[in-house]
């Protein structure tokens, strides 16, 4: 069984940087691929980026891309991401999480993700 552990959540001012982090243990031979997911009150869950395990190839959303990196530790077993230029509508409880896609789920599909973390709360305000 694996588990995932956020950290690096908060409050930042618009314009702001802020890093995330996952620590994953357990079945890490089981996925191959990480991602971070974001879901905001009312809305559903969405993909923010991820990551293929084994060559750390990337995937972001569009509104992401350019402003966030996603990156893999392999030796720690640990992705991160490294989120700039955070606008108010970044604001919402990030997700990490663990699948199997096998070239049958998207990146961005969430039922290919079978392992989550608690969620780390993210709010860019003024």
């Known amino acids: 069984q694996m588990q995932l552990v956020e950290s690096g959540g908060g409050l930042v001012q618009p314009g702001g940087s802020l890093r995330l982090s996952c620590a994953a243990s357990?079945?890490?031979?089981?996925?191959?691929?990480m991602g971070w997911f974001c879901q905001a009150p009312g809305k559903e869950r969405e993909v923010v980026a991820a990551i293929r395990w084994t060559d750390s190839r990337t995937y972001y959303k569009s509104l992401t891309k350019g402003r966030f990196t996603i990156s893999r530790d392999k030796a720690q077993n640990t992705v991160n991401l490294q989120m700039n230029s955070l606008n108010a509508e970044d604001t919402s409880v990030y997700y990490c999480?663990?699948?199997?896609?096998?070239?049958?789920?998207?990146?961005?599909?969430?039922?290919?993700?079978?392992?989550w973390g608690q969620g780390t709360q993210v709010t860019v305000s003024s």
């Open positions: 357990g079945s890490i031979l089981s996925i191959d691929t």
């Open positions: 999480a663990a699948g199997y896609l096998g070239g049958v789920y998207l990146y961005s599909a969430v039922k290919g993700y079978r392992c």
